[in-house]
């Protein structure tokens, strides 16, 4: 159960065997961030100012800059962690009966329809078909020169159709008829092109009950990005050139790919073979499967980069917040989507959910929340590593909570279908600690509203023993925002930038409770969004720091407003008739796939 250092540097060696480079990953420029187009980002997190891949200076500084850490600090943390479970003795679920049908809550799911509104009109008004928008000076931008894609458009479709808006639908639909076009010769991102622009076409061709345009955008656009897993592992590359169809390496990274981004492309990948017929598709987003099966690590967990030429992982960062996070997301959702019927998914996120659960989920110091670390490895004398636990949690980890709770219903239910709550008993044992733990880890993300706008920071990190903070005055007992100082410029950290994640778990656990509880919780939140995010004149824009409204709002709207953050708050309010969790599968942008019996089978064994 503990990461003993021997074990972590077997493991080193082995990577280094593989002829694995060994690399600081611990740069920012995350995946999810990156995709905010926020790379001149100000940053606070020592780990997010460097932008080489220069071997061990700039681990060497991480070490440094956590000198104020005691060494021991590993020990002392799974010393207090593997004591924790026994104090654990509340039942896994907060509602009192067995729920049989949830009920809109019809005026609470209007508000979130009127916001929706004053978000999408204001982008139509004022940058109709641009990639960006940025409510406070009321413009548009595109992702490269090249021209847009349709990423704000085609993100936001689906939330039309499923909210009813039906004006505002019918003028999208046209913009996608007449408007939108793939070539585009310059790159991106082959991942987030995947989860939201061919997530977007696919999820709105199925809601529109086959409406080919959709179909054939979707198809085409596929057709331009499948030379992007033209590579020698069969891992893609990060960035393809629509127009050119050619993959191509980042300059930060260059030869490297994070997990997140190629194991997130299959549920999207997969659906397209599947109404097509098209088999073309499913392979290439197998094989990913395939080498990311035969790279796994003797722990089990998924450092963030991998080789793309090799297909092995490098030594690098260990997270399940940025470039890690939705390849344990997707490794769920592959079993959900196929019907349950894929077991070496299921296996595969069993696996990994019990590597999770044995190294990163840790209780906090007063309160004793659950959240969860990172490791970073750090050399200590020739070529040996050990790892670092960081108990630093992104927002981005704020799905993990929702989806464990999820996974202990599919993957660990010992019958097809489990009550609402389930009952321990139906539950088994990997599917009761994964359910508790899931609850914990929404219980810490809502503690990270405790803030003076209510909303929570991008980044917080969890006070433990080692930290030097203890005896000062106002030191904060469980969480803090590293580098926040009362009249100083917030740090990056310190921002809300209208993410989904925390109201993602809180609609997927009421949806598997039906305990009013998570509801509440999610009015709470889009009350604070409405009070601080929103603009005026149109539109709502992030918050540069949650502990003091005054600092203001950045001029920016991220397309998962759209699409993610108000679905999934319309849908916490909405009847469960709406998208039934075992008929639909949401991808990571929240664009919803129907769940499907697949004709193909997969070639991972
Ligand atoms: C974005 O690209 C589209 C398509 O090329 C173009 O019409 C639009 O003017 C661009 N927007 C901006 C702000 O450059
Ligand atoms: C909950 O209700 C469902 C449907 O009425 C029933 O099948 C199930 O056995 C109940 N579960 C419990 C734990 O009472
Ligand atoms: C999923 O599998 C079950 C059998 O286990 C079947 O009854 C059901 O129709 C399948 N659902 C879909 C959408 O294929």
Redesign the pocket.
Known sequence: MSLSDTRARKKQKKEKDAGAKPLDGSRSGSVKEKRKGDVTSDDSSIFQSFNTIILWGPLLLAVLAFAYMNPTVITELLDSWIGFSEHWDEPPTTAPENVTHLIADIPKRDAIVAAFKHAWHAYERDAMGDDEYHPLSRAGSNLTKAGGIGYTVVDSLDSMQIMGLHDEYTRAREWVETKLDFERDDTFSTFETTIRVLGGLLSSYHLSSHDPLYLSKAVELADRMLPAFDTLSGLPYPLINLAQRKGQHTTDFPGLVSIAEVATLQLEFRYLSEVTGDERYWGVVERVMQVVKNARLPHGMASVFLNVDEGQYVTSIISLGSRGDSFYEYLLKQYIQT?STEDVYRDMYDDAMQAVQNYLIQPSKTARMIYTSELVPEQIGDGEITWRLIPKQDHLVCFLGGSLMLGATRTGSSSQKVSVPPSPGELTAAGQRDWKTGVELIKTCLSTHDTATGLAPEIVYFRIPSDGMDGFPGAPSDWYIKGAQKGVHPPYDARYMLRPETVESLFIAWRLTGDPEWRERGWKIFEAIKKWCKVEGGGYATVVNVDDGEWGKEDRMETFFLSETLKYLYLLFADEDVLPLDQYVFNTEAHPLP???PSIRTGVV
């Open positions: 019907n769940i499907f019996t």
